[in-house]
């Protein structure tokens, strides 16, 4: 029995010739989800690298953009959901810090 594919990959779309495109401005922040389940979720996206097709364009006459980006998601889980209970922790107590010791000289007889 064949094993089944979790996820296929797919041909990477064409995009021609591209050339980098920086960003200017970053307007947003981070989107917040709450979840039929009582999860919520915070996504922020942040981007490494933009690309502008030269030659490729959409069905407005607008080029394609190539974005790479890294995808941030913080949850606040039920306890409910949770396997396991994460135990409460008290913050560590400061060690008392031994006093150094002054080397101890040799008396030298003159």
Do not use: C, W
Not at 19 to 37: E, H, M, Q, T, W
Not at 79 to 100: D, F, G, W, Y
């Amino acid at each position: 029995m064949a094993r089944p594919k979790l996820f296929e990959q797919k041909q990477p779309f064409d995009f021609g010739k591209l050339v980098p495109v920086s960003p200017k401005k970053s307007v947003g922040g981070v989107l917040k989800v709450d979840l039929a389940d009582g999860t919520k979720l915070e996504l922020r996206i942040m981007l490494v690298d933009v690309k502008r097709s030269v030659d490729r364009h959409n069905a407005n006459g607008e080029p394609v953009y190539a974005v790479n980006s890294v995808q941030m998601v913080k949850a606040e889980v039920p306890k409910r959901l949770r396997l396991v209970k994460i135990p409460k922790t008290k913050p560590a107590a400061k060690k008392k810090s031994a006093k150094a010791k002054k080397p101890v000289r040799a008396k030298v007889k003159k």
